[in-house]
């Protein structure tokens, strides 16, 4: 069964930190393009972070630079979100996704094949 699983999501304070993971089963992230998205209430869905798992090329949204870093780990077929200096407006759902490309986008969101479930992500004090 082909499936991605995020986890790591919490209710964290403003200033902190945490380390979303997305675990893909049935099939290897190898040669894929795999981003982060995120969804607040009465939001669209917007991209926050992507790697090219090929060559570890990255994209990032304004919103979070500096302050999120996305890798991989090839022999855990998983690739995490870091985020650091967490704020109130970064409370979301968020959904890895990924596809069978060379590069990744965070606009074209239509070309992921596989996306997960989402993890629940709220910052407050």
């Known amino acids: 069964q082909v499936q991605l699983v995020e986890s790591g999501g919490d209710l964290v304070q403003p200033g902190g930190s945490l380390r979303l993971s997305c675990a893909a089963s049935g099939f290897s992230l190898e040669n894929h393009a795999v981003g982060w998205f995120r969804q607040a209430p009465g939001k669209e869905r917007e991209g926050v972070l992507c790697?090219?798992?090929?060559?570890?090329?990255?994209h990032y949204a304004d919103s979070i630079a500096g302050r999120f870093t996305i890798f991989s780990d090839k022999a855990k077929n998983t690739v995490f979100l870091q985020m650091n200096s967490l704020k109130p407006e970064d409370t979301a759902i968020y959904y890895c996704a990924a596809v069978w490309r060379p590069d990744c986008s965070l606009q074209r969101l239509d070309e992921y094949s596989y996306w997960g479930q989402g993890t629940q992500v709220t910052v407050s004090s």
């Open positions: 790697i090219s798992t090929s060559d570890g090329t990255r």
